[in-house]
T-cell receptor
Framework: EDQVTQSPEALRLQEGESSSLNCSYTVSGLRGLFWYRQDPGKGPEFLFTLYSAGEEKKKERLKATLTKKESFLHITAPKPEDSATYLCAVQAGEDSNYQLIWGAGTKLIIKP | ETGVTQTPRHLVMGMTNKKSLKCEQHLGHNAMYWYKQSAKKPLELMFVYNFKEQTENNSVPSRFSPECPNSSHLFLHLHTLQPEDSALYLC??????????????FGPGTRLTVL
């Protein structure tokens, strides 16, 4: 069964303390992996799409990487405004399948 | 207006009420989605429309009824809901071309409380 698992469930860091969030997946035929950021009471905000192992994408303090089994969202020198829930989703399948398989998210709290 | 908009942002309804959620996308996409988001659970896909045609209904109870009059507007009609239907309802849109991986763009959501 296709599955996406995010860890940890929650992460508390001090401002400036770099760390990584994990998204592991077991799917057949990865087509794309997506990272989103969600603030409380708001809809998810698209961050990155990764298509193949070895690919990297960067945006400000965030860098997303992809291997054949997992993706990492690296946060360098985070600030309190980086506090949010980060969601990972995967599109997979050999035939025409546009549905995304979602992880439950990692809640990131950055303390000043 | 830009992106994906949803109204209302908050809705409290009784179990016997009928209400509708509205979504509009200004991104020129051809696919629209309804999701349900409950605390600490992955997003649950409810319905998908591609060029106004419903292409997915993930075993959603009939008390939820979607409507897509054109590729920019999407509605979710609600009637005789249950308290367990209380959640954040999210609308999203994307391009859809076969199985190509296009990102979905989300609205702010409607926080629904069923009393």
């Amino acid at each position: 069964e296709d599955q996406v698992t995010q860890s940890p469930e929650a992460l508390r860091l001090q401002e400036g303390e770099s760390s990584s969030l994990n998204c592991s997946y077991t799917v057949s035929g990865l087509r794309g992996l997506f990272w989103y950021r969600q603030d409380p009471g708001k809809g998810p905000e698209f961050l990155f799409t990764l298509y193949s192992a070895g690919e990297e994408k960067k945006k400000e303090r965030l860098k997303a990487t992809l291997t054949k089994k997992e993706s990492f969202l690296h946060i360098t020198a985070p600030k309190p405004e980086d506090s949010a829930t980060y969601l990972c989703a995967v599109q997979a399948g050999e035939d025409s399948n546009y549905q995304l398989i979602w992880g439950a998210g990692t809640k990131l709290i950055i303390k000043p | 207006e830009t992106g994906v908009t949803q109204t209302p942002r908050h809705l409290v309804m009784g179990m016997t009420n009928k209400k509708s959620l509205k979504c509009e996308q200004h991104l020129g996409h051809n696919a629209m989605y309804w999701y349900k988001q409950s605390a600490k659970k992955p997003l649950e896909l409810m319905f998908v429309y591609n060029f106004k045609e419903q292409t997915e209904n993930n075993s959603v109870p009939s008390r939820f009824s979607p409507e897509c009059p054109n590729s920019s507007h999407l509605f979710l009609h609600l009637h005789t809901l249950q308290p367990e239907d209380s959640a954040l309802y999210l609308c999203a849109s994307s391009q859809m071309n076969g199985a190509s991986p296009y990102a979905q763009y989300f609205g702010p959501g409607t926080r629904l409380t069923v009393l």
